[in-house]
């Protein structure tokens, strides 16, 4: 584990993917910095990084989705321009994404013939033969003329696999797989890509769970804020416990040592908390969970026995790699989700039966992450949109009867308050900016009556304005004495304002960390399953 | 800017009509007859001759009364096509039921009976399909769709064995003397049905932008996600729609039944849910406009009767003219969405 170890290795014959000093900028974002990397045929290369270290961004130059600012990429020796996914797909690299994008009407077969030239005639007999032929080199058996929505999503994967490696198994790139699969599907993704690997397919491997990054991989590399930081050869791992590796890796992917300066730590709002004087560590729980759990449709992370108790002023964060049951723990403290075990309390009262309306009438308030997928109607305007959970109620329906001077009145108000820039309040929400919807959520949800408050990820897709607005409303809210619950993936985040941090993991709490000095390693470890 | 908007507006309308009228045209050429002979009686016999514009009003009310019911339903996003079935079973049922009433009730107590029951029989008939798509999401397309059939089919059942009117040859039920149907309007032949109608149109439209009930239809129909993440019962609010609307439709059968013909004959379904859809979608689910294009629409179904009579233009030809009136407002809206977004681009 040196900084040498990063430098490219002395031979580059034989390379499968080489990037030299690959940069990509965004808007505000440095998402990937003069990344210089190898991708060798034979090798199960695990990426690693928390959310925004640039993995994605790597994973999209490579499939073709985003183009370099600057350094090059060579595939097989040859420097290329890959310049849309179909490109990557001749230059025989295949990417599979963390959520399944077939088409579930349509059959197997059907589903990996798609994309052919329109023109030319659908050769069936051509398909069954290779489906066969990467049949044998996965070692699954999946019937070709069923309908792929029937597959169990471990099996609708190696479909996504098959259709990767489609048209030459050269390199395969898995972004984040095991994140829905469950711990048997992960244990037959594993035997996948060793039986590939073996064939000389080059493979990357993006993970966020460090005992599968040890577990399959062959060679590490930890990204940091676009920064290539580290790498962990076969040698390493060959030689090192379990136990090293993880310690090794999760100090690349949080070490607060070395990196960003004070300057950009106020910039990004980072930095301790300063504890709100509101809250007593004697008070009792506003909102308390007792052995909670939930159902959950496929593909979703239900919770299973959670417990949490949050007390006025109090700010609990909840960490956790996205899917872990976030959204489940969200939607039952809000009443959005029946727990279908355990119950409820708010302020020492049974409130496990009540809906939405109930506990929003006890001060219970959900700023959702889905902004204009349920926290927002895109068509309606932004003073409809302001009143959205209230309709009905005094002061501004009297006897059912809506009152549009009040509503639009008050709109004007929080406009203005809020500093939402939008053309009018009568303006349809949908028509604003990320950070200007927010802005109207956080004005609907933080209002007078407010008492608990949940986010999930509530300065997700902000820029680092609105970002740094949204940290100090929440950090002022529970100044003011709300009970907060704070659900995020950016731990820098859960850092700077959270008092303890909950961590979940397969949608149990698998552990609350108080905000100290030492809570970056105990909560990556938590996260990553290494505890 | 804002006069360009206007001139647009007024442009979005006008455009897809006049197209439709010129294609219209082309089409009867094309049959041998001449258009202007054609729209000019049309025109006459539908609008400015008395009789022709008092049949077109009295024709209006049934047709207002679904276009309310429709209106209810595809703001709140649910796409009630059962309308027809509905509308027929409540015809019969109130036409049925009226001359048992009207024996020992006085006239007024009797039509307003006949009115309410025809709109539970409507709503009652909706409760499949809303039951099935609050419960368990089946899509209520196919369902009312079906149930409109079976609606239409239990409609024939009862006039031809329950309801059947021994006194007459043809199955029908028995008649409501014509001084007992609904009163006229003042010297007309309009009955009150068409007040019962306008009416029902201007509190839907109020019921939609006004109330909370309204809102939160509409909230469910524009984003049904949201409407839950708002804490609001989307199952509940989907089987309230859908007695509305379907009783709307039912009340809409007890204006033709009670005001106009008296008694219901097995052979009778006018069809009209299905003719009353386009002109929903042309006003843009906006509750004052559609009474202007249900006006538009009676007078070319009255005049295109007469039509079909004297210049022997087939009585569908007034199908071809709405539906080529749909057709050009998709390619005008088509059009003017690609000027905004070059405009913002």
């Not at chain 1, 350094?71 to 849309?84: K, L, Q």
């Not at chain 2, 908007?5 to 006008?14: D, H, K, Q």
């Not at chain 2, 001084?179 to 019962?196: K, M, Q, W, Y």
Request: net charge neutral; with cysteine; charged share 20%.
């Amino acid at each position: 584990m040196t900084e040498a170890a990063v430098s490219r290795p002395a031979t580059t014959t034989g390379t499968a993917i080489a990037l030299s000093a690959v940069t990509k900028r965004f808007p505000g974002v440095l998402a990937n910095d003069a990344i210089t990397l190898d991708i060798l045929p034979g090798e199960i290369h695990v990426l690693l990084g928390e959310n925004g270290a640039g993995k994605s961004t790597l994973i999209a130059m490579l499939a073709g989705m985003q183009q370099p600012d600057a350094g090059t990429i060579a595939v097989h020796g040859r420097d290329v321009r890959i310049g849309s996914p179909r490109e990557s797909l001749a230059l025989g690299i295949g990417t599979v994404y963390q959520h399944v994008l077939l088409v579930p009407t349509l059959t197997v077969i059907e589903n990996l013939m798609l994309g052919g030239a329109w023109w030319r005639r659908q050769d069936r007999g051509a398909a069954l033969a290779r489906f066969h032929e990467l049949s044998a080199t996965l070692g699954v058996a999946i019937e070709p003329d069923i309908p792929v929505g029937r597959l169990a999503l471990g099996e609708q994967q190696q479909v996504e696999i098959m259709r990767a490696l489609w048209r030459g198994e050269r390199v395969l790139i898995l972004d984040e797989p095991t994140s829905m699969l469950t711990p048997q599907g992960v244990a037959d993704l594993g035997r996948v890509m060793q039986r590939l690997r073996d064939q000389g397919v080059a493979i990357v491997f993006i993970t966020h769970k460090l005992r599968e990054a040890y577990a399959f991989g062959n060679r590490v590399s930890v990204l940091r804020l676009g920064l290539l930081v580290g790498q962990l050869g076969p040698d390493e791992l060959a030689r090192l416990t379990e136990a090293e590796v993880t310690d090794a890796v999760i100090r690349l992917m949080f070490g607060a040592s070395e990196g960003h300066t004070d300057d950009a730590d106020a910039l990004l709002g980072r930095g301790r908390r300063h504890h709100s004087s509101a809250l007593r560590a004697d008070a009792p729980p506003r909102i308390a969970l007792h052995g909670v759990a939930t159902e959950a449709a496929p593909g979703e992370c239900a919770l299973h026995a959670v417990d949490l108790a949050v007390r006025p002023g109090e700010i609990l964060g909840v960490a956790g790699v996205d899917g872990n049951g976030q959204k489940h723990l969200a939607e039952v403290l809000a009443g959005q989700r029946r727990a279908a075990a355990g119950r409820v309390m708010i302020d020492g009262r049974d409130a496990t039966a009540e809906g939405v309306a109930a506990r929003r009438a006890r001060g219970v308030r959900y700023v959702t992450d889905e902004r204009l997928g349920e926290g927002t109607i895109a068509a309606f305007s932004v003073a409809t949109n302001l009143v959205a959970k209230e309709i009905g109620r005094p002061p501004r329906w009297r006897h059912g009867i809506t009152l549009w001077d009040r509503v639009h009145a008050h709109a004007r108000e929080s406009v203005r308050r809020h500093d939402v820039r939008t053309p009018s309040e009568r303006t349809p929400i949908g028509r604003l900016s990320g950070g200007n919807i927010q802005k109207v959520l956080l004005a609907r949800e933080l209002d007078e009556d407010a008492g608990i408050v949940v986010y999930n990820k509530p300065t997700y897709g902000l820029d680092l304005h609105n970002n740094a607005l949204a940290r100090a409303r929440i950090a002022d809210g529970a100044a003011r004495g709300l009970a907060t619950v704070l659900i995020s993936t950016e731990l820098d985040e859960l850092l700077a304002l959270a008092d303890r941090v909950a961590v979940m993991l397969g949608g149990r709490v698998v552990g609350v960390v108080d905000n100290g000095a030492d809570a970056e390693l105990a909560i990556g470890r938590l996260m990553t399953g290494a505890a | 800017m804002s006069a360009r908007e206007a001139i647009a507006g007024a442009l979005r309308v006008a455009l897809p009509i006049a197209l439709a009228l010129t294609v219209g045209g082309a089409v009867l050429l094309a049959l041998g007859k001449d258009p202007i002979d054609y729209y000019v009686f049309v025109v006459e016999r539908g609008l400015l001759s008395w009789a022709g514009f008092q049949e077109s009003l009295t024709r209006s009310a049934p047709l207002l009364l679904i276009a309310a019911g429709l209106i209810v339903a595809f703001r709140a996003g649910i796409w009630n096509l059962g309308v027809d079935g509905q509308f027929l079973l409540a015809a019969v049922i109130a036409a049925a039921l009226a001359p048992e009433l009207i024996a020992f009730l006085p006239g007024l107590l009797t039509l307003l009976i006949g009115f309410v029951v025809a709109a539970l029989v409507g709503a009652a008939w909706s409760l499949v399909p809303a039951l099935l798509k609050a419960r368990i999401g089946v899509n209520e397309i196919v369902t009312s769709l079906m149930m409109s059939f079976l609606g239409i089919s239990l409609a024939n059942v009862l006039i031809k064995i329950p309801f059947n009117d021994p006194a007459t040859t043809v199955p029908q039920t028995r008649t409501l003397a014509v001084e007992d149907r609904l009163p006229r309007l003042f010297d007309t032949t309009v009955h009150a049905g068409i007040v019962i109608a306008v009416a029902a149109v201007v509190l839907v439209h109020l019921m939609m932008t006004r109330t909370a009930f309204g809102l939160r239809l509409q909230m469910v129909g524009a984003n049904p996600r949201a409407a839950q993440h708002a804490g609001l019962d989307v199952g509940r609010l989907t089987v309230a729609t859908f007695a509305l609307s379907a009783g709307l439709a039912g009340m809409g059968g007890a204006a033709d039944a009670l005001g106009v013909l008296g008694t219901i004959r097995a052979d009778w379904d006018p069809g009209y849910g299905l003719l009353v859809v386009p002109l929903v979608f042309l006003a843009r689910f906006h509750g004052i406009a559609v009474i202007g294009f249900t006006l538009f629409f009676a007078v070319l179904m009255i005049g295109g009767e007469s039509a079909a009579r004297r210049l022997g233009v087939p009585n569908f030809f007034v199908l071809v003219l709405v539906g080529l009136l749909l057709l050009f407002l998709a390619v005008v809206e088509y059009l003017d969405q690609m000027r905004r977004r070059r405009r913002v681009a």
